[in-house]
Every structure is written in C-alpha cells, then in structure tokens.
C-alpha cells in the first residue's frame, strides 16, 4: 500500500507561483513512478506531469511545458510540483499518483494504482 497526501494549494492571482508537495509513505519512494494531475469541475481528470522510479524520465503536458517543474526527494518521500507563471484556466483540484510498476511515466489515470486526496488551486484572472 502506499499513502498519499498533498498539500500546497491555494488561490494566487495569474502570473503567480505555487508549489505544491506530495508525501509519500507505505513504499520505498524512489522505486515509485509518480504523477500530478489535475481535474476542474466538469472535466475529466488530466495528467500534468509525471516522473519515472530513478528519476530517468520526466514528462510534461504541453499545456503546462515550460512553467511547471515536477521533482522529488527520495530521503524526504515527497513529490513536488513548482507550478509558475500560473493561468486561470490552471484552476483545478491537483492529486498525485503513483505506479508500484514498470519503467515508464504513464500518463493515463488508469495506469495509477494510489492516489491522494487532492490540493485545490485556484487562479484569479
């Protein structure tokens, strides 16, 4: 089993920076494939970014290439999202996820197995 729990979220104005954080703890974390998505209200959930276990693949949405920064520190267990130059329609609840297996960075939700609560972020215009 692993637990997830995020936080980090909030209201900022467009322009605007947030990181969010994602705890991790059940596994050993650096062995984890682990992903942001996000789902605003009425809308499908859709993947942000994603890492791969030992750091060797990041992958964006193009939708957030270039402002947001995904990271992790294995001696913390905690994943990260530096999100900058934030947009309204950024506005979403964000979870993370994480893969127990494979090599890839999977952007489906269905190739998830954990999942967190959710962080709200909201952007003003």
């Known amino acids: 089993q692993v637990q997830l729990v995020e936080s980090g979220g909030g209201l900022v104005q467009a322009g605007g920076s947030l990181r969010l954080s994602c705890a991790a703890s059940?596994?050993?974390?650096?062995?984890?494939?682990m992903g942001w998505f996000r789902q605003a209200p009425g809308k499908e959930r859709e993947f942000v970014a994603g890492i791969s276990r030992g750091d060797l693949i990041i992958y964006y949405a193009d939708s957030v290439k270039g402002r947001f920064t995904i990271s992790r520190d294995n001696a913390k267990n905690t994943l990260y999202l530096q999100m900058n130059t934030l947009k309204p329609e950024d506005r979403a609840t964000y979870y993370c996820?994480?893969?127990?297996?494979?090599?890839?960075?999977?952007?489906?939700?269905?190739?998830?197995?954990?999942w967190g609560q959710g962080t709200q972020v909201t952007v003003s215009s």
């Open positions: 059940g596994r050993t974390f650096s062995t984890l494939a």
């Open positions: 996820a994480a893969r127990l297996l494979g090599s890839s960075v999977p952007i489906t939700p269905y190739e998830y197995g954990y």
